[in-house]
């Protein structure tokens, strides 16, 4: 996973005996800086799983895994990535163009690791492999709450397992400032609470990347999310101040003023900083969510517009991103920003990257720009993977021409962190976001979801296996919750729960969330759409197709035991809040009578007419929903008359 | 958890609501670096457990937590962590001299955080306490296996949270040399395989822990365990060379020169510019195993000593470390090192680290010098919790006069890294390692080893809930192992094994260990003397006592229950080796015949006879034992007539 473009299944199995011997093969002598890390990564994975030693000296002979490659591949958009991989029962070979389809290669040569009881193996196949779109991205909020190097560096690990090629940090906000600068000091110093990236924490992580064949692409948020700036300056803002880190989450007033040309000068030493450090061609200037309202209350601002002819705040930013748009070019960068920056009047080498709807992608296609979709892949919405997978960014009927479809690169999954935390962002992020990979990098034809859903509980586990903590931070956060060591009811619970949709906690929770929220409720150990959750949709669909009760009635059978042993285990429910407890029990009697109960005559069979218990298992403030609702309803539904 | 010195407990309690705002009453009116952030630790990890928004402006009466001292402490030995905590229903107080005894108060403080199904609360008590030894340390080996900076930052954590104050770096090793050096880049480049702390890491990581009021010593370990320093310097070795890493486990040949200036003036640099990065007054320079084999067959080391009068490699070692003595002093470092080193005449202010056993010690402390105990506390040795707790430092008959007792610093649970790497140390560190700070911590009289356990259950999910990984990485290792995530029955029956103990994995295992051997079997999964084991023997005597089956029965009966889903499970028990496969027979049927087959009149109960069975339960091939054996065996010989 991500499924390869072509791939032909042989007779046979290649056995993997110890040691698995390589040979590196790059048509030009020279090996490079990422395929031999690449390969010692892939054979301690490969010795973990089996428990074997990975690596011996000895003769060239026994080599089973061939490399071969033409070139070192440049870290740039577009760049070769096609590999090829045959298996046979005496051989392994990985070919590619570059180096960067190697490691494309060796991912899937990963994958295919298998164990049949007795034996470790590959089976015998033919992949031959290239991406759909060469922007397979992954944004991370470091902002609003703070996401240590180590939390990105295995990020990377998952990143590149699926094939990812792009990492976006957004690496400012209201929030927190989080880059060290050496020239202004004082904007990590006052803006991020002691947490920020040193330039020596942002190399390291652009190099691990770069073995990865993952570009970094930092984005500077500019003028609205921009509190954390005018802490140290508040100069540069078009309020007076004095500002303090913003601890509450939303579109803040804060905003650059445009109107000033130290502001330009201070962002021009800034990006050109930031210019250096980072040394991706493009650079990303944020430009969204600018409320205008600082600029409508400041009269020199409004002179400015009037004495320009700017008629209004969208005139102002147009001509504030041009600005930087000037100061991008002449460090050498490429702009890209998000939907917002469109409406002005940019040169067309922008990037645009589409967070507000299908229709920003098109127009900016359109307009004869490259363009990155993220609308519909904003994982932290809590949205269905399945909704993510379908999200294709050029459907066959989008109305672009061709030369207009080559100009959309692709996409990122863009992870928010208002509502999550170091703590539980891998929940999040993982196994979901291998759906978006696969839709980046797999041909349109590959669409079953049901397909998908297999592949994910198999990739779910090899993502842990590379270092991801998407399964155990779930598990710390219900023991934390529970203040014990036996969670299993409680996760076996947990596990059919989703966090509610879209923006909605922020309202539902009393007062709302700010950065001293706890993140430690059932909802922030709840993961978006649950396999779980899909497992039962298909047994619902297995047994309405067949009649067959046997899988349903033991999964109901399992939930009942479930339940029934969390609501016995009080030093847990008493933790609860009275919606989470309120939760439990409707869903409590629903499956009683759906399933332990089904044969006593006592039990009243439930039906749609207990809309009073259906409500009881939605209270909106538990901030979570029962994932496996939907599916009891239309069993529901399937039983009345 | 440790004990205090000091504990009255009072009627009532003290309810934590929200806000639990608190005030800092510096008597100095400087609050220093370290209580404001401690204070925001503690903040947030009360809002983490009881789910509640840490922090919220407002007016000043509210105040509930009123912390006090008097000045800034020092980071350095024998400085006054000593502390008063008052919980009453209306306040709570901590009280101290310096800061540092602020930060033991709000440890005590959050162990006492309590919920009774209804509400938070702090229990009424007042606390005196004070530490029994100045020097409370962990050694962390981050050599033999690499273990980057997260790693060490979250042992802080959990350093903290049982007043732990020294961190005890083990930096260069024969596998790995693991400090960057500016003046002499070519150590960490070719000795590390870029895995190595950076100046800026370990900048960092001393930063964070004199936050938690730790102090931070490196240790270089001279004049063996040196091979990663000659990759780049084979000129100063006591062999010709060439040098590399060393992927090996044991006291290997290579040893620095100690007949060349050239050597002196190097280590001078290095030693000089370490001395300058780390502040701690004291520097480790090992100092031991050195097996003596490339001086014996150096024909001018041979010369030099006969020239000097040295008469075998004892004297030289003594002639080195007096130059290394001089060198450290120049730089204003004391000097630490193993045992080895009080063999020749160093003056009587270096300190000793003994880890050969409790004469090392004595004879230190009556040669007058200051000693630090390890021994007895070589946690990698997965030896039991209660042998450890018992290994006090200055038992009465210890034969010290008042003066020398003086001398004993305190100890250091040492935790060598051959056998864990960055996955798994933390269960091979905690809880385990509480109990050893409670040795050092606590009054000599506080020995309970059943209410020790009773508080290491407590304490050890208190460790999980500050970042620690000993419960994660034993389910991410069992998940890998048996490549699904359904490991319930795995997990309960991985919860009665141990790893063997001492150095044994290194014989059984073929071929030996080495850095390239994966640590994902069954016994890496395993955690050393677990509380479930300890749970068994308390109702084996439980039993034995009152002949009442109850709890027994029903543990066996879940053993059982566990160990027959196992079974059942081939997909996890094809990937066991014949050992593990043995094992787990041979305990399944021992347990069948002690537990649910015990109404049977079909099955024979076991006996003492049963020598085959108790003896397959035993392979050591398997590198694990049953921790549960023993008390199995207590119940069968009380069952012989």
């Known amino acids: 996973m991500p499924l390869p473009a072509d791939i032909g299944l042989r007779d046979g199995r290649h056995v993997m005996e110890v040691p698995f011997r390589a040979l590196l093969l790059p048509a030009n002598g020279l090996p490079g800086h990422r395929v031999g890390p690449a390969l010692e990564r892939f054979q301690m994975r490969l010795a ?76 015998a196949l033919v992949v031959k492999d290239q991406p759909r779109f060469p922007w397979r991205g992954l944004l991370l909020d470091v902002c609003r709450h703070w996401m240590p190097r180590d939390v990105v560096l295995r990020q990377l690990e998952g990143m590149e397992l699926v094939k990812m090629n792009v990492l976006h940090l957004h690496l400012t906000e209201d929030q927190g400032f989080r880059v060290e600068s050496k020239i202004f000091p004082e904007l990590h110093r006052s803006g991020s609470n002691g947490q ?36 140290s300056h508040p100069e540069l803002a078009s309020a007076p101040g004095p500002y303090a880190i913003e601890k509450r989450f939303g579109v803040i007033d804060p905003t650059f003023d445009p109107t000033r040309e130290e ?60 600005r930087l748009y000037e100061i991008l070019t002449r460090h050498g960068k490429r702009m890209i920003g998000w939907d917002e920056i469109a409406e002005g009047a940019l040169p ?79 929940t999040r992020i993982w196994p979901r976001t291998a759906a978006i990979a696969e839709r980046l990098w797999s041909p349109a034809h590959v669409k079953d979801v049901q397909d998908l859903f297999l592949r994910l509980e198999q990739v779910t586990g090899q993502l842990e296996n590379v270092g991801l903590r998407h399964r155990s931070a779930q598990m710390e956060l219900l023991r934390l919750f529970a203040g014990t060591e036996e969670v299993d009811a409680l996760k076996r619970y947990v596990d059919l729960l989703s966090p509610v949709q879209g923006y909605q906690r922020h309202s539902i929770r009393p007062g709302g969330y700010s950065t001293a929220t706890p993140l430690t409720r059932l909802v922030d150990a709840a993961v978006p759409d649950p396999l779980a959750a899909n497992r039962f949709e298909q047994i619902v669909d297995e047994y ?73 298992a939605r209270p909106k403030e538990a901030e979570v929903v029962l994932a496996v609702l939907p599916a009891i309803e239309r069993l529901l539904k399937a039983r009345e008359p």
């Open 48 to 123: 973990e799983r089996t428990g074997n030693e990975w690596r011996s000296d000895g003769n060239a002979e026994e080599v089973k895994l061939f490399i071969r490659w033409e070139r070192t591949g440049r870290l740039v958009l577009g760049e070769d990535e096609t590999y090829s991989l045959t298996i046979t029962p005496a051989r392994v070979e990985v070919q590619a163009t570059t180096d960067l389809g190697i490691l494309r290669g060796l991912s899937t040569l990963y994958q295919c690791l298998a164990f049949d009881g007795g034996e470790w193996y590959f089976p």
């Open 196 to 231: 920020f990236f040193t330039q020596e924490d942002v190399r390291y992580i652009i190099e691990e990347a770069d073995k990865r064949g993952i570009r970094v692409i930092p984005e500077f948020d500019l003028p609205g999310h921009a509190t954390s700036w005018f802490v």
């Open 263 to 322: 502001v330009y000068l201070f962002l021009d030493r800034f990006l050109g900083e930031m210019a250096a450090l980072f040394p991706d061609a493009y650079m990303h200037i944020g430009g969204d969510e600018n409320n205008g309202k600082q600029w409508a209350a400041n009269l020199a601002i409004q002179a400015f517009m009037k004495e320009r002819g700017l008629k209004d705040a969208h005139d102002l930013q147009a001509y504030f991103n041009g």
């Open 348 to 426: 067309q080498d922008v990037t645009i990257q589409s967070w507000r709807g299908k229709e920003g992608l098109i127009s900016a296609a359109r307009a004869g720009r490259d363009v990155v979709l993220s609308n519909g892949w904003y994982i932290d919405l809590c949205q269905p993977t399945a909704y993510h997978y379908a999200n294709d960014p050029l459907p066959d009927d989008i109305g672009l021409s061709p030369i207009e479809r080559k100009r959309v690169l692709g996409g990122e999954a863009t992870m928010w962190s208002e509502l999550v935390n170091a703590r539980n962002v891998d």
């Open 544 to 616: 309405l197709r067949t009649r067959d009760r046997t899988k349903l009635d033991a999964t109901l059978d399992s939930w009942g035991a479930a339940v029934g042993e969390l609501l016995g285990r009080t030093e847990i429910t008493s933790r609860m809040s009275v919606a989470e407890q309120q939760q439990l029990l409707a869903f409590s009697e629903l499956v009683t009578r759906l399933g332990p109960g089904r044969s006593d005559p006592n039990t009243r069979p439930p039906s749609l007419d207990d809309a009073a218990l259906l409500a009881q």
